[in-house]
């Protein structure tokens, strides 16, 4: 193919050309990523080339993802309350299939290729490998994202200095140029505001991926550990923080996205702003770099949020943009104006300085997939990609059932091709590789010519040696631990949902989405404050991760070559993945914990157990709370073990109330911010003891209390109950199911809640209030009925009662097969005219039913969670007791009826914990309404088959099974109570039945 000769500006302060210059190549900048963006994608062919809306809800949704995933530690609040932020400011035009333009990913100076004697003519655009179907400002934003950053003597994207180099416009003028260029006006603060912090927030995940590789110590690169610090990444979030509220500001908008109530104080805000290292002394938003600061000789450059090596072009013709990957060439440069495309790695030696013309020939094999066929040993073991060298990044997309309708035939190798219906998209890296889009109605090939010089079409090569899989062919190739920050060869395999339908528009599989590839690409840097405003870091690099419509591009078929198999969950490095992998074990910081948690509960609480249940069996001190337990419960605090079950989107809306506890207290008050399916593991610990959740915080109702609070109190109503309950200085309790009706189905409640003036009036009655006899108890989320004549399920509201109110009357504590589990208890509850403030009312009126579903879902697994634990215990105590005792001159446990019963337990616990972690993952991955067949599913099943593993242990036990010599007899009233609590098994069971048929109708 053609090449150009022109010249590639690396520096963004353009320091070897003149003010007009400068200015020219500004100009030039802005205008042709306005040509790009005015290109209309039906035009050219390109319709198909990812979604047509949704873009930025998939990237926050993506770097959400893995950000959290990658996690080695807690998670940092100011990432959460810019996750927060981004969730619920997504622009509302982003849905708009109209709006969508090819979106380029990876949009800077360095990626231009100007003319050899002029800056007012670009001739190419390089590395197309993020670009898909996109929201046209995101990328403005991104290429604007060197006034936001400090100035770096070191290679990759850097910033500009204040004052700016004399030509170069300011961000506002940039816009301007765009703007006009395009013939739009110019986007409104809030919206622009979005995409400069979720371009921040792309960078600042990528580098928390950096130094999670760091700290599992699989990154090669001795500045990965300072470049992905938290210090780095927080002070990422802090500035896109700084840049939102300047827009609100700028809007007047009272809004604060540091809490969850609507027109809160900024105070989050505020301290996020005053913390930032990138704050320019006049508060500028666009000098947010201090005038002095520097980097030092080690600092590394800013993240490109590319692969290293491949490069694509960008025509000029208005009517086809040249969409190429690289294949070799000895075709000489035909006109300086054609674009072309680059090699990559001519743009990190010598030949890539400003004022040079560059002419460059392709390095190495081109492949259908990216990869580089017929290599020996493509080994990749410990490559950082931070230097020169080549990088090979393989996406895959969308897997189909093979023959499915739309889709052509797998070819014979076994490798997998991409949905026809979603073209291939440009290889991420690929050394070498040619990129081919596929037209299935013209079956044409854009330059997707092979290194055997075969037309590939349908995003397959001919050659037979290569795979469209995206790997290199031959089977000895590996990429074990690269997270393509140091040099030499890389490569890095990203996979998509899966697509379990035969039709080319269905959705993924919501149990298994794709997860972000957790590496990347060129080299990298961003900077935090230390104490003394220098700039950190050493060399990073950026992950590299694809999205074509929310998916990697197609084309690709072959197996994740990253830490995790994101489908299966398997881990590929020796588990040292970033998320707990399904079904599997749980990721190296989760391990620590569970491996902390057992030994505090072997220590501890085991042994504590016989003492308290004595305590509570006394008549005269059975409502009361044994020292022990507060001791316990402080010698967990003092341990770190404290609100383990609280997540990390949750810590983020309640970040206002560390404020309100000394400094050393503030990380027990928000937990060390765990999924689900991670706190899935210790919960199951825990259950093993009926006391050992409340020693950690971990209990119920409480844990599903202080999540209504958080998710729906208001800062009064999270300040006044939540922080007490964070704390554990009281106890909480929820009344909604009542002794006159099916509470199964809670549109039967007839308890009532009456506005009065700026009070309520609540009356009812209720019973099996669990916690309300424990004298710490100081508070009910109460649910009654607000306007029966609304909708059915609009009826309902929740509303905040102390337990000390006048009219609040415990009646009688309540027995579950003689045990009444005191002091904390169940309870039938009287309410007759109690008054409480209008402030109270959880949400707004008529949204009980919304805050019980969200309240519901987690509440649901944890008993779960802790119902397996119930069992692991059972059948621990079942084996042991059948080797010790002989029966019939023989040991129980060599008896072949005993080995049956053992055997099928184990089969079926083994079951239950991997429906309660698929469940789990749904709801980490989907949020409660999608993933609630799988809940429903791990209600019904978790607790049945834990009720008969202690059943078949009191079996072997005989009479010291049914006594309280043993915990069996209290385990076995637990898990049948479990059968109705939270919804009985025949309500779950119709959900579940509902939901399969209602997909069986669509087909």
């Not at 190549?25 to 979604?51: C, D, F, I, K, M």
Request: aromatic share 6%; net charge neutral; glycine share 10%.
């Amino acid at each position: 193919m053609p090449q150009p000769q022109g010249r590639i500006f690396i520096e963004p302060t353009l320091p070897e050309l003149t003010p007009q210059e400068r200015s020219a190549a500004y100009r030039q900048l802005a205008t042709t990523l306005a040509a790009l963006h005015s290109v209309e994608p039906q035009a050219v062919n390109l319709q198909r080339y990812g979604r047509p809306s949704g873009y930025c809800a998939r990237q926050v949704w993506r770097w959400s993802q893995q950000y959290q995933a990658q996690l080695t530690g807690q998670a940092l609040l100011e990432m959460m309350q810019l996750i927060d932020w981004l969730k619920t400011h997504i622009p509302p035009d982003d849905s708009d299939p109209s709006s969508a333009r090819i979106s380029h990913g990876d949009y800077r100076i360095d990626n231009l290729i100007y003319a050899p004697d002029t800056t007012d003519r670009v001739l190419a655009l390089l590395d197309w490998e993020l670009s898909t179907m996109g929201y046209p400002l995101a990328d403005l934003a991104y290429s604007a994202m060197c006034y936001h950053f400090p100035i770096s003597d070191k290679t990759g994207v850097r910033g500009l200095p204040r004052p700016l180099p004399e030509g170069i416009p300011s961000e506002q003028e940039y816009i301007q140029m765009y703007c006009q260029a395009r013939g739009i006006g110019v986007p409104d603060p809030t919206t622009y505001a979005f995409c400069q912090a979720l371009s921040m927030f792309r960078i600042a995940a990528i580098l928390a991926g950096v130094g999670a590789r760091a700290q599992l110590g699989n990154a090669s690169s001795k500045h990965a550990a300072q470049v992905g610090s938290p210090e780095v990444v927080s002070g990422i979030a802090r500035q896109a923080l700084s840049v939102i509220h300047e827009a609100a500001q700028a809007t007047g908008s009272t809004e604060s996205h540091g809490s969850s109530e609507a027109g809160s104080s900024r105070r989050g805000v505020e301290a996020t702003r005053g913390g930032s290292p990138f704050t320019h002394p006049n508060g500028n938003s666009q000098g947010i770099v201090r005038q002095d600061v520097k980097a030092d000789a080690t600092t590394p450059a800013m993240p490109s949020m590319s692969g290293t090596n491949a490069a694509s072009t960008y025509s000029h013709n208005k009517h086809h943009p040249n969409l190429t990957g690289r294949g070799t060439s000895s075709t000489p440069a035909s006109s300086s104006t054609t674009p072309t495309t680059l090699d990559k790695d001519s743009r990190h030696g010598s030949s890539r300085h400003s004022g040079n013309q560059v002419e460059s020939n392709t390095m190495g094999r081109g492949a259908a997939g990216g990869a580089a066929p017929n290599e020996q040993s493509a080994n990749s073991q410990g490559s950082d990609n931070m230097g020169g060298g080549s990088s090979a990044i393989f996406s895959q997309g969308p897997k189909q059932e093979s023959g499915g309708e739309g889709g052509s035939q797998t070819p014979s190798g076994g490798a997998s091709q991409g949905d026809a219906s979603t073209p291939a998209m440009p290889s991420m890296s690929g050394t070498g590789a040619a990129t081919t889009y596929s037209d299935n109605a013209k079956k044409k090939s854009l330059n997707g010519i092979s290194d055997s010089g075969v037309s590939s079409k349908n995003g397959i090569s001919k050659n037979p040696t290569s795979s469209s899989s995206g790997r290199p062919s031959n089977p000895t190739s590996s990429n074990l631990g690269s997270d393509n920050m140091g040099g030499g060869s890389s490569a890095i395999y990203s996979q998509g949902p899966r697509q379990g339908g035969h039709k080319m528009g269905s959705e993924g599989d919501a149990s298994t989405p794709a997860m972000p590839s957790m590496s990347g690409s060129n080299a990298a840097s961003m900077y935090a404050a230390r104490g003394d405003n220098r700039a950190l870091s050493g060399k990073s690099a950026s992950a590299g991760s694809q999205d074509s419509g929310g998916h990697a591009p197609a084309g690709g078929g072959g197996a994740s070559g990253s830490s995790t198999d994101h489908f299966s969950g398997i881990p590929s490095d020796g588990g040292q993945s970033g998320s707990a992998n399904l079904g599997f074990d749980p990721p190296p910081r989760v391990q620590k914990l569970v491996a902390h948690l057992k030994r505090f509960m072997e220590e501890h609480v085991y042994p504590s157990e016989h003492l308290l249940d004595s305590h509570a069996a006394d008549p005269n001190t059975k409502w009361t709370v044994h020292p022990k337990m507060e001791e316990l419960k402080a010698k967990a605090r003092a341990e770190g073990l404290w609100n383990l079950w609280l997540p990390a989107d949750m810590a983020a809306k309640i970040a206002h109330l560390r404020e309100r506890v000394p400094q050393a207290e503030r990380h027990l008050l928000i937990g060390p911010g765990l999924s689900n399916l991670e706190y899935a593991f210790l919960s199951e610990v825990m259950g093993r003891s009926g006391m050992g959740s409340e020693v950690f915080n971990c209990s119920a109702p409480d844990t599903g209390n202080m999540e209504v609070l958080s998710r729906y109190g208001s800062r009064a109503q999270q300040e006044e109950w939540l922080l007490p309950l964070l704390q554990g200085k009281m106890r909480s309790c929820f009344a909604m199911t009542e002794p006159q009706v099916a509470s199964s189905d809670a549109t039967n409640i007839q308890s009532s809640i009456r506005r009065d003036g700026d009070s309520y009036i609540v009356s009812g009655q209720k019973w099996w209030t669990s916690g309300a006899p424990d004298p710490r108890c100081k508070i009910a989320i109460f649910m009654g009925k607000t306007d029966p004549s609304a909708a059915t399920h609009k009826q309902q509201s929740m509303i905040l009662v102390p337990m000390d109110a006048p009219g609040v009357r415990v009646i009688r504590p309540l027995n579950v097969y003689g045990y009444d589990d005191a002091p904390h208890g169940h309870a039938e509850v009287s309410y007759q005219d109690v008054r409480v403030p209008a402030g109270n009312m959880l949400l707004g009126e008529g949204r009980g039913f919304e805050i019980a579903q969200g309240r519901l879902g987690p509440g649901r697994l944890h008993h779960c969670m802790r119902a397996v634990g119930m069992g692991e215990r059972a059948l621990e105590l079942m084996g042991k007791r059948a080797l010790q005792r002989v029966a019939f001159k023989t040991a129980i446990a060599q008896h072949g009826a005993f080995q049956s019963d053992y055997a099928r337990c184990r089969i079926e616990l083994s079951a239950a914990r991997l429906t309660v972690l698929a469940a789990a993952h749904a709801l980490d991955q989907h949020g409660n309404k999608k993933a609630r067949g799988q809940i429903a599913a791990a209600k019904v099943y978790a607790p049945n088959v834990v009720l008969k593993v202690i059943d078949a242990a009191v079996q072997v036990h005989g009479g010291a099974g049914v006594c309280d010599d043993l915990p069996l007899a209290r385990m076995w009233s637990g898990a049948r109570t479990l059968r109705l609590a939270d919804g009985p098994d025949d309500v779950h069971l119709v959900s579940i039945a509902k939901l399969e048929l209602a997909k069986l109708s669509k087909l």
